[in-house]
């Protein structure tokens, strides 16, 4: 098929491509910052939370806070309790306790910023601080990716590749390009990290709550001793009491482990190498970029019209090849029906010999016809009239044997003929595969008829030309071996055996005074003469070795071995029918009689 109204796409092709690489390119810059956005997103996540999960500490530093507000819930519960109490043996020393009490609770509420943990709060900003350094390094990584990479080699993909399979290599390229450097930074960054919350001491926070739970349990451990054993000594003391004062005395047994551990943990140095996991490309996500704006058709349009061009030409040259063997098979068929001629004419002439009308001139088909009369009065031979009768068996097989010839021909060349036709599918997938060839190493606007050219050494247009390469091929080994086989067995033959007629019959007549009989020789001589020259004429050589010459098996097939005086072993003596040979090839070799 050929594509309709595509005649300047030659012409849009060159200026189709530039723009497609600029849109290409745009996308492929779009799509870098969107995943170097997913190595941030990823790789930040990753720090918060090996940040929390590989510090020294864990979350004891956030326990400090805590801790406090327990202990503060344990003061308002424990006032509450003694408030709403209605016996009380001693309502003095409960008064004062709860003073006590309460008046710690109003200093915690000094301090407590009422904005949840500030611990905690301490712990994230030190963490988001790494983060923020991990970011300004990742957009470093990505301008200068962005400024250094060279996009073109991604163009074959982001254009002929789809979904994810398009975007692959550039998550490589990335990868390959910053997941070192990254990685360092990411260590780095990881491990300041870690020292800085793992140091109570440079940690203002976490300091100031850790001294003020330690000064609390110490005012804890004194309310006990005085006023909490004054109220116990008391008799009468209630149960509920009693209940309530152990309040206490549990909240002083907690904070003090609490308070001894912290107190280690600030007598040791932080870690020289904390431990830093590592970011690998595993850890990293990406997801699709967002949809871009590639507009492939125009280009992949003017890259259909080059394909069908491409496809054309391979079919104008399949069609010239069939068009030369359906040449030599005509040839072939020339050849047999002028032999078929020089046969008829010689049996017509023989029929109505020339001697009738007393002359000897060489038979053409402008020959006036004989005088009846004349003819009926020539007298009869017998082996004249089996020559005759030869010529005309000679000249019916020849006809069969052509018809069989062009028929068995005819078969071999209708499969060349039968061209499948290309459907858009055909052409679209020839196109793309132009495009992925385009992409991996485009041309220069001047080059692109050379890389066209070279496109058709390439599948699809590779395959399509060796399937009717093959086709071709084996048609031609059929066609030489069919007619080579026809020229040998049929054509060839008769000539060689019409030889021989001239050798065994033509010369017993030679022996005739008879003019008729005279005649009638000549014509038999004038035709192997013209059958010789008809050959001669296609390029096919006679092989006629002459007497003494030396015997050559490759041109000549002995018939009969013999000793004769004059002639040394291996020598020619006769040569019975002649060989025929085209260039090299020997079609038939002459029958010779050679001394021995």
Known sequence: MVVADFGAQRDTLWPGWLALRASAGEALHKGASHYFKCIRQEACNKLALDALVSARLGQKDEEVYNHLVYLMETYHKVVHLFETQTENPAPELVAGLCDVLSSRLRQFEDVAS?????????????????ILHTTQQIEALEKAYISEQDFTPLHKHILTENNDAQ???????????????????YKQNLHRCLTSIDDLHTRKTASYYTDLLEREWEVLGIIIQIQVRA?????GTTD??????????????????????????????????????????????????????????????????EADKIFESLREEHLEMAHNLRLNIDDEIALAMEIISIFEKASHGLATPLSLHEHSE??????????????????????????????????????????????????????????PPLTEQDLQAAATQLLAAWCATPPEAEAIADFLTQSRQHDPFHTYSEKFAKALESCASKTEKATTRFKKETLLYEISTYEEILYYSVSR????????????????????????????????????????????????????????????????????????????????????????
């Open 114 to 130: 009422g904005q949840g943990n500030p611990v905690a709060k301490e712990k994230r900003g030190i963490i988001e601080k790494a």
């Open 509 to 596: 007549l030679r022996e005739s005074e008879l003019p008729q009989i005279q005649s009638a020789v000549q014509i038999l001589d004038e035709t192997f003469q013209a059958l010789e020259t008809l050959l001669t004429s296609k390029g096919i050589t006679v092989l006629r070795p002459a007497p003494h010459d030396p015997f050559n098996g490759r041109e000549q097939e002995v018939l009969a071995a013999e000793e004769q005086e004059g002639f040394t072993k291996g020598e020619i003596i006769k040569t019975m029918t002649s060989g025929y040979k085209m260039g090299d090839q020997v079609i038939l070799r002459a029958n010779v009689i050679a001394a021995r």
């Open 231 to 235: 109220i116990e000594s008391v008799s």
């Open 362 to 419: 060489p038979l053409t088909e402008n020959t006036a016809a004989p005088n009846e009369e004349a003819a009926a009065n020539l007298p009869e031979n017998p082996i004249l009239s089996g020559i005759t009768e030869t010529l005309e068996i000679k000249i019916e097989s020849l006809r069969e044997s052509l018809d069989l010839f062009k028929s068995n021909s005819a078969t071999l060349l209708t499969s060349l003929s039968e061209i």
């Open 167 to 185: 975007w692959q290599p550039l998550q490589a390229s990335i990868l390959e390009s910053t997941l070192p450097t990254l990685q360092g930074h």
């Open 240 to 305: 509920e009491t009693a209940q309530t004062l152990t309040k206490l005395r549990e909240a002083y047994q907690q904070t003090g482990p609490i308070v001894s551990g912290f107190r280690k943990l600030m007598q040791k140095k932080p870690q020289d190498t904390p431990p830093t996991p590592s970011i690998e490309a595993e850890d990293l996500t990406f997801s699709a970029p967002p949809p871009g704006e590639l507009d492939i058709q125009p280009f992949i349009t003017a890259l259909i019209w």
